[in-house]
């Protein structure tokens, strides 16, 4: 090989490991702000529960398939929870933009706010309700 052959090699490989670094970067940068984003907010949410025995609600909307899951698992563990649908005007779309979220869904479960259907999150805030209901 000539040594312009070589050159030319070696400039192809470092362009394609710019090109890879870039992408690679690109794709980690995309979940940073999800891995800095904490699983829960901690508040006093009582005024946003329809009563004094409703430790649950769900802000969420009746076409997203991730409310649809909080649904499901809530229903499917005999959860009593407050279903506020956000798509309509009123308090309950009142209340869900007081949090500023902009995605769905928001579930309350005694003094956490969760955004999106964390399941691991959802258990731990339902299992640190238990205790409080056996006193």
């Given at each position: 090989m000539n040594s312009t052959r070589i050159k030319q090699i070696k400039?192809?490989?470092?362009?394609?490991?710019?090109?890879?670094?870039?992408?690679?970067?690109?794709?980690?940068?995309t979940k940073v702000p999800?891995?800095?984003?904490?699983?829960?907010?901690?508040?006093?949410?009582?005024?946003?529960?329809?009563?004094?025995?409703?430790?649950?609600?769900?802000?969420?909307?009746?076409t997203c398939p991730y409310c649809q899951l909080t649904r499901d698992y809530l229903s499917e563990h005999n959860i009593p929870y407050a279903?506020?649908?956000v798509s309509h005007?009123?308090?309950?779309?009142?209340?869900?933009?007081s949090f500023g979220e902009t995605a769905v869904p928001v579930i309350l479960i005694g003094n956490r706010r969760i955004t999106g259907f964390k399941l691991p999150?959802?258990?731990?805030?339902?299992?640190?309700?238990?205790p409080a209901a056996r006193r």
């Open positions: 400039t192809v490989l470092i362009y394609a490991a710019i090109l890879g670094l870039g992408l690679g970067v690109g794709r980690i940068a999800q891995w800095l984003t904490p699983a829960y907010v901690e508040g006093n949410f009582q005024s946003y529960y329809p009563d004094a025995s409703t430790k649950v609600v769900l802000y969420g909307t009746k279903d506020v649908d005007a009123g308090k309950g779309q009142q209340d869900y933009r999150v959802i258990e731990a805030a339902l299992d640190q309700l238990k």
